[in-house]
């Protein structure tokens, strides 16, 4: 199986290949669009601030080959945000997958949520054999609000969506990398879709 990982400079990537490995699997860090497009599986991580991320992005021209890909594809923390529409972190537009902005936590709550944290509200085959109430490991400062593509969904401040799914594109706001047996069931599943 031949996985990519979309590099574009933001975090996590090398605790994604750790979890990869530790599963048997091994992956290409990649911006080389032929290598994306050929993938079986692309994932798209990310750990950082959004603008910065998305003017990588558009330096390597991936933000018009990511939309059109055709396998599934898993856009963690930032990955996931950046499928969206819009985020208000810089006030950025995103990939536009999901028709949605993504907002920012209220100052009612610690910002930014960092722990564990369950999902519940479990609808995909991404979740099979992870129970609803599961915990997994979350770092984020802005969130996905409730929108019909959600899979799952977690509460903090208020309820909002941990994970989404529109066709081939799955995202995650949690690291599943980090988010032991659960997160590495999740990431086995993924492969497998």
């Not at 993504?102 to 995909?124: H, L, M, Y």
């Not at 129970?131 to 593509?149: D, Q």
């Not at 529109?166 to 599943?189: D, I, R, T």
Request: net charge negative; with cysteine; aromatic share 10%.
């Amino acid at each position: 199986m031949k996985i990519a990982i979309i590099d574009y400079g933001a975090g996590n990537i090398q605790s994604v290949v750790f979890a990869l490995e530790r599963m048997g699997y091994s992956a290409t860090i990649t911006t080389d669009a032929k290598l994306i497009r050929s993938a079986d599986k692309v994932i798209f991580p990310g750990v950082g601030e959004a603008s910065t991320a998305m003017t990588r992005l558009k330096e390597t021209k991936l933000d018009r080959v990511i939309p059109e890909l055709q396998q599934p594809v898993l856009g963690i923390c930032l990955g996931m945000q950046l499928l969206c529409r819009h985020t208000e972190e810089g006030n950025t537009s995103g990939l536009g997958i999901f028709d949605t902005a993504v907002v920012r936590f209220s100052n009612r709550v610690k910002i930014p949520q960092i722990g564990w944290n369950t999902i519940t509200a479990i609808e995909s085959g991404l979740f099979q054999g992870i129970t609803t109430e599961s915990y997994l490991y979350f770092v984020h400062s802005y969130y996905v609000p409730l929108i019909p593509e959600c899979i799952a969904t977690s509460a903090y401040d208020i309820v909002y969506s941990s994970a989404i799914q529109k066709e081939n594109f799955y995202g995650v706001q949690f690291h599943p990398e980090k988010s032991g047996e659960v997160g590495a069931q999740l990431l086995n599943n993924f492969l497998h879709l």
